[in-house]
């Protein structure tokens, strides 16, 4: 089945770029003009009445919600191992980490970036900013933590989550004091940006291939 991915570069859709990039299956990129606001047209808003990228497009599904289309991927593809067998508590522990990084630290990190979204004062957009670095910095020291053994989210074994992690971390580049400076961190996302997968999704979205050193 060939996929359709709906992409801005280095927007939300990195993430499922990065695992199609890994399963090697085929599929096609749809750039999402965000500087002519593409993704608020009639067209776009009928795959994502959200009016936000990425979508996916697999056949007759339709998919939006990065995290959920990294799901898809994993489960369409399990030869490529992007996810635990299900039932098992490590995969319990990959669907944690996947709902952590996309319902707290994306929510955080789209609070830093875009305060007006959250107010409308603008005369308090800053304190909104320093509460989301703050819930931010709480998030990323919970990972830090987990990421102790590492390299990844899982230990020894890549997944998703890990990708997803990657892309969080490279927006996070934008922080004064970004997450990348953790040093478990740091480790995972240079596992990640050392994958030709990741390689080849930067590339094809001619974006920065960070974390390489
Ligand atoms: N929860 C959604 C968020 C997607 C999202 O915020 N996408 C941003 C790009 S990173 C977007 O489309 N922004 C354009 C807009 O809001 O108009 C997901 O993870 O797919």
């Known amino acids: 089945m060939k996929h359709r991915l709906y992409y801005y570069p280095a927007n939300a859709s990195l993430a499922p770029h990065i695992l199609l990039q890994e399963v090697g299956c085929d599929f096609e990129l749809a750039l999402v003009d965000r500087k002519q606001e593409r993704q608020k047209s009639a067209e776009y808003l009928r795959l994502n009445p959200n009016g936000r990228i990425p979508v996916l497009v697999s056949g007759e599904l339709v998919l939006f919600e990065s995290a959920a289309i ?8 399990p030869e490529a191992r992007l996810a635990p ?22 929510p955080a990190y789209m609070a830093f970036r875009y305060p007006e979204h959250y ?6 957009h800053e304190g909104v900013r320093q509460a989301a670095v703050a819930q931010g910095t709480r998030a990323f020291r919970v990972l830090e933590d987990a990421l102790s053994q590492g390299p990844f989210l899982l230990g020894a074994d890549y997944s998703a989550c890990d990708a997803y992690l990657y892309m969080l971390v490279w927006w996070a580049q934008r922080l004064a004091e970004p997450p990348s400076q953790l040093p478990n961190v740091r480790r995972c996302v240079q596992h990640v940006a ?17 974390f390489v050193d």
């Not at 107010?119 to 308090?124: C, F, I, K, R, V």
């Not at 080849?200 to 979205?205: H, K, L, M, S, Y």
């Open 119 to 124: 107010t409308t004062e603008a005369s308090q």
């Open 70 to 77: 990294c799901l898809y991927i994993a489960d369409l593809y």
């Open 194 to 210: 050392a994958r030709p997968a990741t390689r080849r999704a930067c590339e094809v979205e001619g974006i920065e291939l960070r």
């Open 85 to 106: 067998p299900p039932r098992t508590a490590a995969r319990a522990h990959f669907y944690k980490w996947l709902m952590f990084l996309t319902n707290t630290v994306q």
